[in-house]
Nanobody, 127 residues
Framework: QVQLVESGGGLVQPGGSLRLSCAASGFTLDYYAIVWFRQAPGKEREGVSCIASSSSSDGSTHYADSVKGRFTISRDNAKNTVSLQMNSLKPEDTAVYYC?????????????????WGEGTPVTVSS
């Protein structure tokens, strides 16, 4: 069964850190770009970060301006997982975070182009 499962969300104070993980089962992440999206209450889903597939020519990473310098995306092919390290968290980072997979390259933060996606993990940044 093809599945993506997010974990690592929770409640954290402003300025704190969390590390989200996206684990794949039923397929290998090597051929897929992994995209993190988030959706805050009452807002549209937005793209946060993307890492190109290991099979692509560059394996590049991309970040939304709102998280650049604070979030880091990485992959562990041996564990078939992708992580999102989130530092210096702000209340406006509060959202449900989803990981999704698209073939090979980061084509832009278009949810409708994703091949697979998870159910999300909630992140709350509050004092």
């Amino acid at each position: 069964q093809v599945q993506l499962v997010e974990s690592g969300g929770g409640l954290v104070q402003p300025g704190g850190s969390l590390r989200l993980s996206c684990a794949a089962s039923g397929f290998t992440l090597d051929y897929y770009a992994i995209v993190w999206f988030r959706q805050a209450p009452g807002k549209e889903r937005e793209g946060v970060s993307c890492i190109a597939s290991s099979s692509s020519s560059d394996g590049s990473t991309h970040y939304a301006d709102s998280v650049k310098g604070r979030f880091t995306i990485s992959r562990d092919n041996a564990k078939n997982t992708v992580s999102l390290q989130m530092n210096s968290l702000k209340p406006e980072d509060t959202a449900v975070y989803y990981c999704a997979a698209e073939l090979y390259y980061c084509s832009g933060y278009n949810w409708n182009k994703m091949d697979y996606w998870g159910e999300g993990t909630p992140v709350t940044v509050s004092s």
